[in-house]
C-alpha cells in the first residue's frame, strides 16, 4: 500500500526539480532517455520518500524507482514494481484501447500475460509521443514475448 500511494510523488515536479533530487541522491543515469520525466520521475521519486517521508525499506524504494523501467538490477520487474506499472494503466482515468482487456487480464492473475500487454500498449504510446524507449523497457517486451511465444494476433486488442 505504501508503494502504490508514493509511487508518483516526483511525477509532477518540474524536470529541473527531478533532475536535482536524482542528483542529490547520487544517482547516475545509465542512459539519455532517463532524463526525460517519463522516466525520471520513478528515480526522483524513491529518494523524495526516503528523504521527506523516512521511507526506508529497500522493496518499497525499489518498486518506486522501478515502476518507470528505470530501475537497475534484477529488483526492476519484482512483482511490487510489477503491480504499480498494472495499476497505473488499470486505474487510470484515461480510457483507452485495450484497458478492459487488461483489467481482465490483470484482475485473473495472469501477470506475466499483463506485463506483456502492457509493454507492447506503453512502447506503442511512448513512441506515438516522441518519446525514447527505455531499453530496460525494450528488453523486457522482447524477453516476454519470447518467453509466451507471443504472436502478432496476441497485440489485436485496440
Not at 127 to 150: I, K, T
Amino acid at each position: 500500500m505504501t508503494a502504490g500511494l508514493l509511487h508518483d510523488s516526483a511525477r509532477d515536479l518540474e524536470l529541473e526539480a527531478q533532475l536535482a533530487l536524482v542528483q542529490e541522491a547520487g544517482v547516475h543515469l545509465l542512459y539519455p532517455c532517463e532524463r526525460h520525466p517519463v522516466y525520471l520521475h520513478a528515480l526522483a521519486g524513491a529518494y523524495l520518500v526516503f528523504r521527506e517521508l523516512d521511507v526506508t525499506d529497500e522493496p518499497i524504494l525499489d518498486a518506486i524507482a522501478a515502476h518507470s523501467y528505470a530501475g537497475r538490477g534484477e529488483r526492476s520487474n519484482g512483482l511490487l514494481s510489477r503491480c504499480l506499472r498494472s495499476a497505473d494503466l488499470v486505474a487510470s482515468r484515461l480510457e483507452w484501447n485495450g484497458r478492459e482487456r487488461l483489467k481482465r487480464v490483470v484482475y485473473g492473475g495472469c501477470i506475466e500475460e499483463a506485463a506483456l500487454l502492457q509493454c507492447g500498449w506503453l512502447i506503442e504510446y511512448l513512441q506515438g509521443q516522441g518519446v525514447p524507449v527505455h531499453p530496460n523497457l525494450a528488453n523486457r517486451f522482447e524477453a516476454l514475448s519470447a518467453e509466451l511465444g507471443a504472436t502478432e494476433s496476441f497485440f489485436a486488442r485496440w
